[in-house]
């Protein structure tokens, strides 16, 4: 999907779960009163978010939900940073595509 993205001529970040550090939440980064104990990677994520102009998620699917590290990394940021930009999400179960979901 990366390369496809990439040859259509966009930029693509991947983030990945198990590359990061994603502790299981405890606090999200926009209800702490100081983000000085977060670290900068997440910090960095964080402006990542903000400057994306859309955002594409593709997963396994884990019983027939999104898999709780994927939920765990992406609830560790704002509501707000996922809003109003093109979304699209797309869910693999046994090497088939069973939903691709694109919303505008």
């Not at 900068?40 to 400057?51: H, P, T």
């Not at 704002?78 to 179960?93: D, E, K, M, N, W």
């Amino acid at each position: 999907m990366e390369k496809c993205l990439e040859e259509a001529g966009f930029d693509v970040t991947v983030w990945d779960p198990k590359k990061n550090e994603y502790t299981l939440l405890q606090q999200p980064l926009h209800l702490a009163s100081d983000a000085s104990g977060f670290p900068q990677w997440m910090k960095d994520r964080k402006l990542e978010l903000d400057s994306a102009d859309a955002f594409l998620i593709c997963s396994a699917e884990y019983n027939a939900a999104m898999p709780p590290a994927l939920t765990n990394m992406l609830d560790h940021y704002p509501p707000a940073s996922y809003r109003h930009r093109p979304v699209g999400a797309c869910f693999i179960f046994k090497a088939r595509i069973i939903s691709l979901c694109i919303c505008i």
